[in-house]
């Protein structure tokens, strides 16, 4: 079992920037692929961006590159999502995920979910 949980979501002007955070507890931490996703109101869930158990491999969605930087720091069994430049089809529920098979990652079918945290990005 691996339980998540997000932080650090809120309200922010377009141009701004916001970090997520993911603690995790329960199951290794380190042998896990990590994910955010997102799903803003009356769409679908959407994946943002992955990273490997070393951290070592990431992958974006086209709409996030080189604005946003999804890193993890293994010592503290937390995942961040570094959000820059933020525009307002940014705005969403933001989710983090785990799964030990990072296509089913990739596929949003990770075992483990967070509950989400708001993030608003006003104009």
């Known amino acids: 079992q691996v339980q998540l949980v997000e932080s650090g979501g809120g309200l922010v002007q377009a141009g701004g920037s916001l970090r997520l955070s993911c603690a995790a507890s329960?199951?290794?931490?380190?042998?896990?692929?990590m994910g955010w996703f997102r799903q803003p109101l009356g769409k679908e869930r959407e994946l943002v961006a992955t990273?490997?158990?070393?951290?070592?491999?990431?992958h974006y969605a086209d709409s996030v590159k080189g604005r946003f930087t999804i890193s993890r720091d293994n010592a503290k069994n937390t995942v961040y999502l570094q959000m820059n430049n933020l525009k307002r089809e940014d705005t969403a529920v933001y989710y983090c995920a785990a799964d030990s098979n990072p296509i089913l990652l990739l596929r949003l079918s990770a075992e483990y979910w967070g509950q989400g945290t708001q993030v608003t990005v006003s104009s």
């Open positions: 329960g199951r290794t931490f380190s042998s896990v692929y």
């Open positions: 990273i490997s158990w070393s951290g070592s491999s990431t």
